[in-house]
């Protein structure tokens, strides 16, 4: 199979082209770079295997995709900036990227009869009440900018594709780029203490361990929407922020607080990111390994 893979300088991406050339794949790479920036890992991303590429730019992304006619397209690019995406005068431009440009890529896709892979997140739901989302729920109340412009790109490909994976994914966590265990990290090595909200709930993704899932996904014509986090568990925050000063062996104080104590954020988070994950199994496809195993595992290659 040949991929094309968009966002490739994020840490999703990333993680997705080295997945595909591990297992011997044709992978071509696109950011809106000039050239590849992604980390120094062993990646054979090269001028060869990259394009630069704006997806908000409609005719270049037909041109590119209808160039390289991968069977296969992952879109991990977006614009994931949550709080400054709530800025008026940022509003217009998120949705061009977001939605916008993943109708784009969905055009392409149909002109070329490809299959199509879209990263979307929890934040499409308005995380009330306690109980798991499931990936064929419909009750979308998305509370932020972040959240209704990724509602508003599973909506282009559904109404456009037939050949599709929707998978929402939250909590990521990789190599190439900043996320939370990095910040978390670097605060922690310079404060006696640190505040963490406690009243969030969901799990944690491991990009490394969801790229390989999203290959397999590829693989197969087992269309639709899924939900795909790593296992082990329902935690907040702060657990999940416990656990990684543990295994790194930090020792600064960690205080739990509420999202209202801690007040810090433009954008309106949901409460319950819980997303049910079943129909991995029911489908076939292998889980995620446990987020504690992930983090050991990404310590180790910090």
């Known amino acids: 199979m040949k991929f094309f893979v968009t966002g490739v300088n994020g840490q999703l991406g990333h993680d997705v082209m080295n997945e595909l050339l591990k297992r011997g794949y044709v992978g071509v790479g696109s950011d809106i770079a000039d050239v590849y920036s992604g980390v120094a890992d062993g990646s054979v991303v090269c ?36 709080d400054m995406a709530e800025d008026d005068d940022k509003v217009e431009l998120v949705r061009k990227v977001n939605a916008g440009g993943t109708q784009n890529i969905a055009d392409a896709c149909k002109t070329i009869d490809a299959k199509m892979l879209y990263l979307s997140t929890d934040y499409v739901f308005d995380g009330q009440g306690i109980e798991p989302w499931k990936p064929d729920c419909k009750d979308y109340k998305p509370l932020n900018v972040y959240g209704q412009t990724k509602l508003e790109g599973e909506l282009a490909v559904s109404s456009t594709l037939d050949k599709y994976f929707i998978v929402r994914i939250a909590w990521v966590f990789g190599l190439n780029g900043k996320n939370f265990i990095k910040t978390m990290i670097n605060v922690g090595k310079t404060h006696d203490e640190v505040k963490v909200v406690n009243d969030q709930i969901g799990t944690p993704t491991y990009c490394y361990d969801l790229a390989r899932l999203l290959v397999d996904m590829c693989e197969t014509e087992k269309y639709g929407y899924y939900h795909a986090t790593n296992e082990g568990g329902y935690i907040s925050w702060y657990d999940f922020c416990v656990e990684f000063y543990k295994q790194y062996g930090l020792t600064t104080k960690i205080i739990p607080v509420t999202t209202e104590e801690y007040g810090l954020s433009k954008a309106i988070r949901p409460m319950n990111s819980r997303l049910d994950k079943s129909k991995l199994v029911e489908n076939g496809f292998t889980p995620l390994p446990t987020w504690q195993d992930a983090v050991r595992r990404y310590l180790n290659e910090l």
Do not use: F, G, N, R
Request: charged share 25%; with cysteine; hydrophobic share 45%.
């Open 47 to 82: 001028s060869a295997s990259y394009v630069s590429l704006d997806i908000t730019d409609k005719e270049a992304v037909q041109k590119t995709i209808e160039e390289i006619k991968p069977d296969a397209v992952i879109h991990c690019a977006a614009w994931t900036a949550v």
